[in-house]
DNA sequence: CTGAAAGCGCTTACAG
DNA sequence: CTGAAAGCGCTTACAG
């Protein structure tokens, strides 16, 4: 592969000159010239890995997720994209799949690579930021925020979407209204619940916890549950369920029952993904997934950009969907 | 950010043996103990970007993918990141939105970083991989291949499954049976149309020209191919749609029409993603997605570890599902 | 097994 | 505006 000092010599000029062209700063007209015509001639793509152990930063930025396969996350990072791109950064996406161990192998390589900064979806409440804080990196969490960490975030209100789901199918007669949370070690979750209480409680009904089922947010995860729940001695008619995937899995079950919504109403914490009927009897509140993404992207760039105030959250509305 | 010299010093070596006992060579297990003792207490991450520079390699293997809210190809990245991460590589996904000019600038990143290797699913027929092949990267086209590029593929079988999709309308009685296919500069779309036009001439139905539709592989584009079919003269009265998202498209198309399945039949190359209910009158092929990831990412593997021999093609077959 | 030293390909303060 | 030179943090052939 051509370098620097290739195109220098076949240019005529010392390899600071080419550097400098590369980089837009001052040269004379001709000798840009020169070093274009030089560099076409070669082939020349600069090395990125020598220009990063330089100067001590690149210009990629990580976007970590627990899962891949939610269209709400691949959603969130077209968001990131489209405003990290706009800026001449590049993303990379790295996939934890839930797991800690994952996710901390990924922060390393984003400490290790010099990336310009990193948007995170911390795959639990008990994620460890402290390779990036330690090193002042620059991060913005996203959807979800780890526990005690001061750092920008961009999340939705997850209290008043849950309890707007509920609301919804207490408006349309349910009364028995059971839920479907994700991880109890995930913050999102914690307080999707919360929403559910209040609309109870709002509604002046009673809650039951045995009525509370934990999943894991994924498709068969929402099925398992769904089905725990219509075993119960007392059936619910009614399910407020946390998030899409476990959405899916749930309407599965009920297919696999023989039971129809609107027979059991369910909620939808996020709207379903791909679906092509609009089924009575299910109810969604839906997230503005991209404008996540989007607005974590432009707080991440503005921080890499040396902005120093303090560390700001930026709650987005779920909106419900009549 | 503390460097081998300091864990050097601290350890009481020199920085030879830093770098030997975080690469596994010959060192004695004193000094083994001592330096990790010195790296933990200094709280050291090895810095890739150096070791890269000098090694003209890192641990990173692209993967190029079209669309990542496409189901289809994240399904196919977690079968390449499996793969992958059991050998000890890193993925980091690139989205190229289609675009053959992002994607250029993507394999210039790759070139630029020193990646491992590169798995790709082209935007297009014409996408240009020869910023790679000049310089022997190792590269492996997934789902699609690039027009005359002599490498490594792993590839579903379009036509086959595409005329085994049609057949099932067939089967199932329908007569004028249209097509709405991918782009018309990508190869998988070009297959399946001709998947579709010998399934008619194996049943002796008549192949209508009129009744072929291209679109963008998108959910909006199989929304508007099937708007149009239905506003041909001679309506048809089955359609073949060429990917998973289409088909969605068509589906809420015939939904808001107010035409049900089996009224209209459908047939889709590829599950419909995340469905919830069987709906009569939609038959599918189903692709083996991240067992494409996985066998591209395999023989990427081989690749880098210096395998030879020429390319070789390994094609997966679709599964009608009944 | 271990260390001194060169070199991977850039960028930029400094001097001119 | 331009060039010579140092340095970013590693790895490894070489000599001991």
Redesign the interface.
Known sequence: ?ATIYDVARLAGVSPATVSRVFNGTTVTPQNERVVKEAAAEL?F??????R??RLRS?D?IALVIPD??N?YF??L??GV?DEA?AAGY??????TDDDMS?ES??L??A????MAGVIIAAASDRSDLS?LL??NKAVVAVDRVPRGAAIDAVTVDNVAGGRAATTLLVERGYRRIACIAGPADVETSTRRIAGWSAALEAAGLPEDPTLLEHADYR?DGGYAALERLLAHDERPDAVFVANN?MS?GA??AL?DAGIHPPAVGIASFGA????????TGVSTVSLPARELGSAAARILLERIAGDRQEPRTVVLEAVPVV
Chains 1, 2 share one sequence.
């Open positions: 592969m082939d793509v600069p090395n990125r890995t020598a990063t152990l690149s990629i891949i396969e269209p691949t959603a990072a077209r994209e791109r590049s993303v990379v996406l790295c996939n994952r192998g990924y390393d390589v400490v290790s690579e010099h390779p330690d090193r498709v995937l899916v309407l599965r297919r379903l993904p791909f679906s092509t009927s609009a089924p």
